[in-house]
């Protein structure tokens, strides 16, 4: 089984930061993708950042320039430091990873979700 606990959410004025973190553990030989989501109420869950084991990252235009992804690969951890918000950045966000089990098999996971709420 994976488990994924998520950490960092809270409440922030606009234009503040806040740094969500999320612990994998779990009997997993990799993790090729570490990713977060986020949804507001009434509204899709929608991408936000990924990054891939090679390191590469990907951003929508929403929040590129201020999110950034990274990973801590001796804790299995992912990180998302967010820069500038904005109200519209509230929602709920979730972590998200994908690799294989020892066996081959192919394996996605969810954090529990934390609250960001960014006040104007």
């Known amino acids: 089984q994976v488990q994924l606990v998520e950490s960092g959410g809270g409440l922030v004025q606009a234009g503040g930061s806040l740094r969500l973190s999320c612990a994998v553990s779990?009997?997993?030989?990799?993790?090729?993708?570490m990713a977060w989501y986020r949804q507001a109420p009434g509204k899709q869950r929608e991408s936000v950042a990924a990054?891939?084991?090679?390191?590469?990252?990907t951003y929508p235009d929403s929040v590129k320039g201020r999110f950034t992804i990274s990973r801590d690969n001796a804790k299995n951890t992912v990180y998302l430091q967010m820069n500038s918000l904005k109200p519209e950045d509230t929602a709920i966000y979730y972590c998200?990873?994908?690799?294989?089990?020892?066996?081959?098999?192919?394996?996605?996971?969810w954090g529990q979700g934390t609250q960001v709420t960014v006040s104007s």
């Open positions: 990054i891939t084991s090679g390191g590469s990252t």
């Open positions: 779990g009997s997993i030989f990799s993790i090729t993708t």
């Open positions: 998200n990873v994908a690799g294989r089990f020892y066996s081959g098999i192919p394996y996605t996971a």
